[in-house]
């Protein structure tokens, strides 16, 4: 659910998008914008029958933007992750004056001439604040399962408010554009932000320098990436006689396994695991049984620590008691772990059915980047 700000439009697709933003010369050393000499610099550089921006507007624009962009260095504190989203912030360039067309795109109201009838082609910035221009990219990160994603919501957020929202996945998921921001010169990163809700989780990058400064899912960070190999894994086959006569077989193993932070509950979870969690879901591959006989065959896991941990979900049907993979919620330090499949089948029905039950089969499994 979004929180509720208001909001003046959406902008859907891949597009371009600008607000105004700010920064001064420069930043100190707590990655505050820093107004100091470059302020006082442009001031006595503006004519004073300049046309000025209104302070804190913002806006929207397709147009191009003639600026150099500073490269935002790629890491891990650079980038927003969620179910097809893997957004962030590549580029950040201080913009000294916009374009008068820019301007009235971005819902701007500025005269077509000076007090003195000269053309107005250029608009500078309100007094202490400064236009800051943001290049920002994101594609799907292709987590496991393949398939459906819930939709994420990109939006611009100054000092607490939505002022324009930016993509939805809900548009595709290979989303590119442009920000661009107007604030007071003493404004901290997180003052101006781009901000992902994905059910109900927020998190968002800095507009001033491309950093990650809220995620309310900030341990996905240590799971993202990682992948499971199987070691050991054991074949398990027997066989027993059915309820009608006649001997039946009962087989199967561990044979695939995937870790995420995210999983929908037509995949066995309940959309983002909880806090300091990830998925396992892991796939048994085992023989239907039908008819009079049931199978009751159940599957754990064994962590390196000694705790056990019981599927989050049901993953057996009618005929097969693995149909659908068994999800496990783990700590997300988690490196190794065990399957542990029981098998146990119940001829007929009644205090009388027989009941065969079979040595543990067992799986190992290393999580790892």
């Known amino acids: 659910m979004r929180r509720g700000r208001p909001r003046p439009g959406v902008l859907a697709g891949v597009a371009t998008v600008a607000l105004l933003a ?22 006595m550089s503006v004519d004073e029958n300049a046309f000025r921006a209104e302070p804190d507007i913002a806006g929207v624009t397709s147009m191009s933007l003639d ?9 891990d504190r650079t980038r927003v992750l969620a179910p097809g989203v893997d957004l962030r912030i590549t580029g950040v360039a201080r913009l000294d004056t916009l374009d008068v067309d820019v301007y009235a795109d971005l819902g701007g109201n500025a005269p077509s001439v000076n007090d003195e009838g000269e053309p107005i ?7 202490g604040q400064a236009f800051f221009a943001v290049e920002y990219s994101s594609d799907d990160p292709q987590w496991e399962p393949r398939g ?4 994420s919501v990109a939006s611009v957020v100054i000092n607490g408010n939505d002022v324009a929202e930016v993509f939805s996945t809900a548009d595709g998921t290979m989303q590119r ?4 921001a107007s604030l007071p010169a003493d404004s901290a990163p997180d003052a101006a ?22 995620s309310d899912v900030e341990h ?7 992948r499971v190999e199987i070691g050991k894994a054991e074949e398990f086959e027997e066989t027993f006689t059915g309820w009608a006569g006649g001997t039946k077989r009962i087989a199967g193993s561990v044979v695939d396994a995937f870790a995420t932070p995210w999983l929908d509950r037509g995949n066995g979870g309940d959309g983002w695991a909880g806090p300091g969690k990830t998925y396992l879901s892991v796939e048994v591959d085992w023989v239907d049984i039908s008819g009079a006989d049931d199978d009751e065959s159940t599957v754990h896991l064994e962590l390196d620590n000694g705790k056990t941990v019981q599927p989050d979900n049901d993953p057996s049907s009618l005929v097969n008691a693995f149909d659908d993979n068994a999800v496990f919620q783990i700590p997300a330090t988690t490196q190794h772990v065990t399957v542990v499949v029981t098998p146990r089948v119940k001829v007929g029905a009644g205090s009388g059915a027989k009941v065969h039950k079979w040595d543990p089969v067992k799986a190992e499994l290393t999580i790892a980047k």
């Not at 459906?148 to 939709?151: A, M, N």
């Not at 989780?201 to 320098?209: C, I, R, V």
């Not at 996905?220 to 990682?226: E, K, L, Q």
């Open 22 to 43: 700010l920064t001064a010369c420069g930043s100190d050393t707590d990655g505050h914008a820093s107004a100091g000499d470059g302020e006082d610099t442009l001031r």
């Open 67 to 75: 600026a150099r962009f500073d490269k935002v260095e790629d890491s």
């Open 121 to 127: 082609e250029e608009v500078y910035p309100a007094e």
């Open 148 to 151: 459906d994603i819930p939709d």
């Open 177 to 180: 554009g442009t920000i661009v």
């Open 193 to 214: 932000v781009l901000e992902v809700e994905t059910a109900g989780k927020f998190q968002s990058l800095s507009l001033l320098n491309g950093k990650r400064v809220n």
């Open 220 to 226: 996905i960070y240590d799971v993202v990436d990682r």
